[in-house]
Structure formats: structure tokens, C-alpha cells
């Protein structure tokens, strides 16, 4: 396992789509997290997973965002009709309990 | 969770020694002290954690004094690659969401 993956890297879309994001954990970590992150500033915390059960979300979460992690393995976030404040980098990262989170990639998510 | 405070801003050369300094005056008990670093259009990389006292790894070295309520990342001999974004966090022991700052932008020149 090379660590936390994410997929797609970018995706651009028109205001009012749908876009669902994809992130494959590190394999033995039974905690992950969704971050939200845009230009300047440090990422913010969305929402997180213990295996299958979402225990936190945060009030940046609205009504058109949804995480699941069914099988407590891969996540997916998914934005319905999105507008141009969701662009943003989107950033999974996984971790055992009590310790370091690790990071994927990103998700950069562009709204037009 | 406590917040932290570190520079905005740094300048530094290459093959010196970079300290950055954070502060938390209102950690707790239980919580330890994060570093990662951020490369732009990239996902935060690990750098070192420790709860006191000195943590030093392949990468850094953390120095923490013993009332805990700040904190120095020490780069040594940085090169043009460490030029990065760097953010302290304050961890709960129980590992939920990360709390983070504005990070220090390290600009290292030759």
C-alpha cells in the first residue's frame, strides 16, 4: 500500500452538477477523514468515518454534500448542484485511532 | 480543541537552519504537537509529532519546553525543496478532526 489515493486529481464542472469524489484509505487505517481546502488557507475539516459509521460532521457540511464509506474501506463525497463557492481542494486523509492522519493527494474542484 | 499561532512568513537561504515557532497557549493534558508540510495543489505530508521535550527524526527535529504552550520545528540545512507551507496543529489523543491554522509559507532562496 502506497499510502492514502484519491481520484479524480481535478474536475471541472458547471454549476448545478453533481460531482462525487472517491478515497482509498491506507488499508489498515480504520479512520477517515474528508478536509475541504481552499487557495490560502489551511484545510477545514468536513466530515470523518470509524470504519462504516460517521461519527462527526462539521456545519460546513450542508444539506447537498454527502460522505458514505460502506464497507470501511473507500470513501465517496459527493456535491449535488454545486456552485462556484465549492471549488476548493478537496482532501481525504486515514489514520488508526489516536494516530497520524496521512493525506492524499487532493481533489481539485473547479465550478464554473 | 486549542489554537495555534505561528508567522505568516519566512525567508530563508539555502544550507541554513530553520526554526519555526508556534505557539498554544491553551493546549491540554492529553494533546500532542503536529507538523506537516504542504506543497501547492498537493495533500498535507507528515513531518514529525511530539508530546515534550526534544523529537527529532530523518527530516526535523521538534523542540518542546516543558510548559508545552509553544513549540520549535527545525529545519536543518534547508534546501529549495523545503519551500512549503508549513502548519503546526495541536492533536487531541483521541485523534479526531485536526484544527489548522494560516501554516508558515517558508520561501527558501539560493
Known sequence: DTGVSQDPRHKITKRGQNVTFRCDPISEHNRLYWYRQTLGQGPEFLTYFQNEAQLEKSRLLSDRFSAERPKGSFSTLEIQRTEQGDSAMYLCASSSPGETQYFGPGTRLLVL | ?110
Not at chain 2, 519555526?20 to 504542504?38: K, L, P
Not at chain 2, 505530508?45 to 521538534?62: D, M, P, W
Not at chain 2, 483521541?94 to 509559507?105: E, V, Y
Open chain 2, 1 to 110: 480543541l486549542a489554537k495555534t499561532t505561528q508567522p505568516i512568513s519566512m525567508d530563508s537561504y539555502e544550507g541554513q537552519e530553520v526554526n519555526i515557532t508556534c505557539s498554544h497557549n491553551n493546549i491540554a493534558t492529553n494533546d500532542y504537537i503536529t507538523w506537516y508540510q504542504q506543497f501547492p495543489s498537493q495533500g498535507p505530508r507528515f513531518i514529525i509529532q511530539g508530546y515534550k521535550t526534544k523529537v527529532t527524526n530523518e527530516v526535523a527535529s521538534l523542540f518542546i519546553p516543558a510548559d508545552r504552550k509553544s513549540s520549535t520545528l527545525s529545519l536543518p540545512r534547508v534546501s529549495l525543496s523545503d519551500t512549503a507551507v508549513y502548519y503546526c496543529l495541536v492533536q487531541a489523543g483521541n485523534n479526531r478532526k485536526l484544527i489548522w491554522g494560516l501554516g508558515t509559507s517558508l520561501a527558501v532562496n539560493p
